[in-house]
């Protein structure tokens, strides 16, 4: 079975400051690991994704993630936050040979001036 | 562009009538989900197919049912609405591969009175 754990319902940061969100996963076999972001009244988009190539995956909007084996991680980083980037955010794992994500339940990044 | 369609976007229903969700995907993917989103759960997996025939249920497909007669379609059906189904539903597609990304639709908010 798999499982997502994301620490934090709710992040504040000011406008320009470092973001981190984390996220800490569950699997028996190498995982694929997903970011996605939900802005208000939306679908969710893809932000980036691990699999199995580079741990350092960059995304959009100047987002990044590493996956930590040892520590099984997926923090998302952004080094400047921007009053757009405030939005829900959500981590996902999946496996080899299954199609069906599992989510964690949801980061609120909430950006201020 | 390929896209993923769900309708209505909103619908408020009564208790116990039948309703029924579309979602339509003109990616061509075989894989197609169903999403539930409630607060402080992030997004439960109510039913997914992969591919014309077949059906399987997720995490929370208790109340509610599929059918994929065609690639592009996979509508939702809740047979009796009850007032624990009124969410925000999502539909998702993806193509074969476990790393491959779900694109997800809009959305539709439901309301069971």
């Known amino acids: 079975a798999q499982s997502v754990t994301q620490l934090g319902s709710h992040v504040s940061v000011s406008e320009g400051a470092l973001v981190l969100l984390r996220c800490n996963y569950s699997?028996?076999?190498?995982?694929?690991l997903f970011w996605y972001v939900q802005y208000p009244n939306q679908g969710l988009q893809l932000l980036l994704k691990y699999t199995s190539a580079a741990t350092l995956v960059k995304g959009i909007n100047g987002f990044e993630a590493e996956f930590k084996k040892s520590e099984t991680s997926f923090h998302l980083t952004k080094p400047s936050a921007h009053m757009s980037d405030a939005a829900e955010y959500f981590c996902?794992?999946?496996?080899?040979?299954?199609?069906?994500?599992?989510f964690g339940k949801g980061t609120m990044l909430l950006v201020s001036p | 562009d390929a896209e993923i369609t769900q309708s209505p976007r909103h619908k408020i229903t009564e208790t116990g009538r039948q309703v029924t969700l579309a979602c339509h995907q003109t990616?061509?993917?075989?894989?197609m989900f169903w999403y539930r989103q409630d607060l402080g759960h992030g997004l439960r997996l109510i039913h997914y197919?992969?591919?014309?025939?077949?059906?399987n249920k997720g995490e929370v497909s208790d109340g509610y049912s599929v059918s994929r007669s065609n690639t592009e379609d996979l509508p939702l059906t809740l047979e009796s609405a009850a007032s624990s189904q009124t969410s925000v539903y999502f539909c998702?597609?993806?193509?074969?591969?476990?790393?491959?990304?779900?694109?997800f639709g809009p959305g539709t908010r439901l309301t069971v009175l």
């Open positions: 197919s992969y591919g014309v025939q077949d059906t």
């Open positions: 996902a794992v999946s496996r080899a040979g299954y199609s069906t994500l599992t």
């Open positions: 998702a597609s993806k193509g074969a591969g476990a790393s491959d990304t779900q694109y």
């Open positions: 699997s028996s076999v190498p995982p694929y």
């Open positions: 990616w061509n993917h075989n894989n």
